[in-house]
């Protein structure tokens, strides 16, 4: 497994860590953060009403979520090495989306997509990201991804 990839294991960790196990409550991570993040999942407008955010050796993890209706729905993107520029899902970037609904989640894992870092960390690290995502057989597509935050 490329170098690149072993880096993003550790924070991906951390993500799958930051669990409320009740979709009514703010997810219980560190680093919350002000800003915006939403994107288009399979057609549906997401916005996040939460947006937490981790940097550790210059790596950034960004997650934003909302609870509606029952249904929690929690989109992560991570950049190792942070930088201006492009990042493929799989050479420098990962991303995961989760639903949860009735106590079952479901989970998506980025197979292919991109991630462009606009502006970096520290300031106020932003960009945009769109992936496919494959969990249970099933396929999920985020599109048109903004994420601007403020530590």
Known sequence: MPRRLLR?????????????GDVDAEPDCTGGASGSFTATIDGAPFEAEYLTFTFTQNDLSVTGSVTADGLQQRLTIVVTDIALGSFPVGGGAAATYEETEGGETRRY???????????????????TFAFTARGGGETVTITGGVFDVYP
């Open 8 to 20: 993003l294991l550790p924070l991906l960790l951390l993500i799958a860590a930051c669990d409320t």
């Open 109 to 127: 894992t980025a197979s292919d997509g991109e991630v462009f870092i606009l502006q970096d960390f520290p300031e106020n690290p932003s960009g």
